[in-house]
Each structure stands twice: as C-alpha cells, then as structure tokens.
C-alpha cells in the first residue's frame, strides 16, 4: 500500500471546460482492464509538453515532439501494457497510426494528436488492439472523467494518482487538474513517468511551456524511487482558455502568479504521490538540503543519498545506520566540500557535525525516528546559499519482487 496516500474522490476532481476524456478496455496486454485513454481538447487550447532525455526514447515519444513542434494539439492518447519503445522503424509505424487512429476518432488529423505508450520495453504495440479501442473511448469522452483517466493510465501502480485546484483570478474561477503514473523506473531527468495537467486559463504557449518547465522542476525532476529514467517519461500541461480571462502572456503578472502557484501544487502533490506509491515502498522521505553554492550541488547530494541501495534497505529495516548517509553525502561529487562544516539530521536528531557523531546523538532517538512511516533528512553544506529538496522512499523486499516478476 502507498505511504499516507489514497486517491482523491471522483468528486474532488475539478472538470476542466475544454477538456474531454475517455477510456476504453482494449485488451492491449490484460483482458477486462483499463488501458486506454483518449484527450479531447478544444480548438485553440495551447499545450507544452517535456519528455524523456533517455536516449532510447520510446516511438511515440519521437512522434509527440514532431507534432508538437508543428502545433495545433486537439488531443491525446495513451496506453498502458506495452511501452512501444526499443521497438525500431516497426514502433514508429505503429506510434503514427495510434495518433492516425485517434485523430479519426476526434474528427481531426493525426498530426494534431500526441501519442503516449507505457509499459514494457521491446515488445512490438499490438496496434489492432488499439485502434479497435478507441471508438469505445470516444465514445465515453466526457469533462467529469478524471478519476477513470487516472486508473486507466496505471502500470505497476496500486493507487491511481490525481490532483485538482480551483482558483480565483480577478474574480473569475480557474481549474487546474492533473493525472500521473509511475511507481518504478522513476528517476527524472525533465519529469518522469507520464503526467497530463489541464486548466482553463488562457495563456500564451511559450509562457505556458515556462511554467511547465518551472513545474517539472520543482516537482517531478524532484523524486526518484530507483534512479532508472524511463524511455517514455512524458508530462503535458494544456490551456483551453476556456475561463473568461484576458490571455496571461507574463508568468510574473497578477494573473499569471496564482495561476502558476495551482500548476506547481498540483504536479508536487502527483509527484510525491509517485514516491508514496513507490514499488513496494513502506517509508516517504525527504531529502532537504540547504547552504549549496548553488542548487545543482544541492541536488548531487539528495540524489546520491535518494539512490543508494545501502541508505533505502537501512531505512526499510529501520535501522539507524547513518553513517550510509555520510558516505553518501562523501561521494556525491563536490570535490572540495569541506565534511567538517556539514550538519545533518533525521527529523529533529541532529546526527553528525564537525566530520563525524554530534556529542548529542543517542542511538535510540534514531531508532525512534526511524520507526516513522514519514521522516525527513536534513543536511547544512554551509558553503552558501542555495537549497533543494529530494523526495524518495525505501528499498522493501516488494521492489525487487515486482520488478523480478513485472512480466509475469
């Protein structure tokens, strides 16, 4: 079960005016489950999207750049089962008419489709199946359709993932809602895993690609569960302009602030929702780092702690074995990070100072911290200014069990 996470009730997910969605029962790798889903979006919603930097990226990811580069997005489709990646010149084939096959059932051309495909790697799209689905899918499109959507773009997840706000600008009401999947295979280099945020407002593309970046930054490229980086990782924000609001072409306006502060809390609550679902995860934890020269430093020492195999499995077992961390704050790559300077500790516990076991740390208050299904890591370089945040979780018996057995 995911740590302090359930997913939010048909009824706190906010419709987006413009946006339509739709599921269907393809059969693409499992009978009788949801694998399929359709996006509808209104004439003249702006979109912006970032993908995988995995250089083996999958198909539809290479063909969702090129659409997406040409313009004039009206809709999306996704499915579950088979990643279409490592799949050559076949995949690409079959990326084009799933996008193809989507686009007739809108009622627009395929080139104004983005394709996404998740699950597992090297194995051909059984396309047939696909495009059979899809009229069923358009045919249950409909604004009120989040919570299907979140379950029907679920892999290894045990929980579907699901976000919503609603905000006032100038008096005028504005929605912003969002679904992701992932629960292995995540370690970000842009976002990870496969994420879809809708609002209303009217924006201008480039500063709605802006906030996007903005978003993925402070949340998804923010987590890891395993440190692998998908071949498919994709998230996409679409603006249908459907609010009764001027165009916001500045994320810095009156309008545009609000309007950014809903996107940036509704990809933080999907992205630590990935984490808390990690596969087989029993422990959410976050890595605070504060007194980087600058935030990529930062980082360095989140992730080398959020991917060591030895700091995950300690905090499994709930052993306060802390000098995993250490160890790991050591190799993160700061070549003249002065060690006697740090300080860190585990929640309130301060462990380590001046290169080595703070005078005050008793064993016991680890073990206490420990025990909790929720503990924060904090670490002081002091060598400047600057501060990150990681999220990850531990390293349980499951994950390797799931991942061994993910083809079963």
């Known amino acids: 079960m995911p740590v302090r996470y359930e997913t939010p009730d048909a009824s706190a997910l906010y419709p987006v005016p413009g946006v339509r969605l739709g599921i269907a029962k393809a059969g693409i790798r499992k009978a009788d489950r949801r694998d399929l889903l359709l996006i509808e979006l209104a004439e003249g919603s702006a979109v912006a999207a970032v993908f995988t930097q995995n250089r083996f990226c999958a198909a539809p990811v290479t063909v969702a750049r090129e659409h997406l580069a040409a313009g004039h997005i009206r809709g999306l489709v996704v499915n579950t089962g088979c990643a279409n990646a490592g799949t050559g010149e076949p995949g690409m084939v079959n990326a084009r008419r ?22 597992v790697i090297l194995e051909p799209l059984p396309i047939d199946r696909v495009e059979a689905g899809l009229p069923a899918a358009a045919a249950d499109l409909r604004e009120d359709n989040w ?11 045990t929980v579907a993932k699901a976000a919503s706000r609603q905000i006032d600008i100038d008096g005028v009401r504005v929605t912003v809602t969002g679904i992701s999947k992932g629960a292995g295979m995540i370690k970000p280099n842009m976002a990870t895993m496969l994420g879809y945020v809708c609002t209303d407002a009217n924006v201008d593309p480039a500063v709605l690609q802006g906030m996007l970046a903005r978003a993925a930054d402070a949340s998804f490229n923010s987590i890891t569960i395993d440190g692998d980086t998908s071949t498919n990782d994709s998230l996409v924000l679409a603006a249908t302009g459907r609010a009764t609001l001027p ?12 309007l950014y502060s809903a996107i940036e809390q509704v990809c933080i609550e999907l992205a630590q929702a990935i984490v ?19 935030r990529d430093e930062c980082r360095k020492v989140g992730y080398a702690i959020g991917h060591s195999p030895l700091v995950k499995t300690a905090f499994f077992a709930s052993d306060p074995n802390l000098g995993r961390i250490l160890a790991a704050i050591g190799y993160a790559g700061i070549g003249d990070l002065d060690v006697n300077r740090i300080r860190v500790h585990l929640d309130d516990v301060l462990v380590a100072e001046h290169g080595g076991r703070a005078a005050s740390y008793r064993e016991e208050d680890g073990a206490r911290v420990m025990q909790q299904d929720e503990i924060t890591i904090a670490i002081d370089l002091a060598r400047g200014e600057a501060a990150a945040t990681v999220w990850t979780c531990d390293f349980s018996y499951d994950y390797v069990r799931i991942n061994a057995d993910y083809r079963s």
């Open 276 to 294: 808390r679902d990690g596969e087989g995860a029993t422990k959410f934890i976050s890595i605070v780092i504060k007194g980087g020269r600058d």
């Open 247 to 258: 165009r916001i072409t500045d994320a810095d306006s009156p309008a545009g602030i609000p």
């Open 147 to 157: 919570h299907a959507a979140a379950h029907a773009i679920m892999t290894t997840d």
């Open 98 to 119: 799933m996008a193809n096959a989507a686009g007739a059932a809108l009622g627009v051309p395929g080139s104004a489709v983005l394709p996404f495909s998740t699950g």
